[in-house]
């Protein structure tokens, strides 16, 4: 942080501060790619959504996360969001896996165990994955799953299509 960030800062209010019914109850699970701000995608102000950033914005490795979460402030809404040109339709896993033994040779079984989220198929596949995924897992409360949406943001025309499942 610079200094004129925190020469401007407001204190925000403790979660035991803000009233029960003005949670957070908006999830998205998004990229990490900081071209892709969800907050301006869906016109959000701060507080409105908690957001998970994730290469390839995929739930699969974030269940622990949601959960964590959804126990203290009861999700009603999830919205999964992928993007055009994502890094993560770039690399793919056995090339990351390569560059690792070679960094760590004796850790080859650990990392052949890893993923790290490649998309080789279309992202609206790919969205469906992250979709289904979460709606498989008996953890999730079934209002979750029910409200579960995706969508693929155009990082050229700004385009953000809702992903059929």
Request: hydrophobic share 40%.
């Amino acid at each position: 942080m610079t200094r004129a960030t925190l020469a401007e800062f407001q204190p925000l209010p403790s979660l035991l501060e803000i009233e029960p019914e003005k949670l957070a109850r908006i999830l998205i699970i998004t990229c990490a790619d900081p071209r892709t701000i969800p907050e301006n995608m869906f016109n959000l102000q701060t507080g409105e959504a908690v957001v998970f950033r994730v290469p390839g914005g995929n739930a699969q490795f974030l269940l622990e996360h949601v959960l964590s979460l959804d126990s203290l402030l009861h999700f009603k809404e999830c919205i999964i969001v992928q993007h055009t040109d994502c890094g993560a339709t770039h690399f793919r896993d056995a090339k990351v896996k390569e560059g690792l033994r070679e960094r760590a040779p004796d850790l080859k079984q650990q990392i052949d165990g890893l993923s790290f989220g490649e998309i080789t198929g279309s992202l609206d596949e790919n969205v469906r994955k992250s979709i289904d995924f979460l709606r498989a897992s008996a953890l999730v409360p079934e209002e979750l799953k029910a409200n579960t949406r995706g969508f693929v943001f155009d990082i050229k025309t700004g385009h953000l299509n809702e992903v059929k499942v």
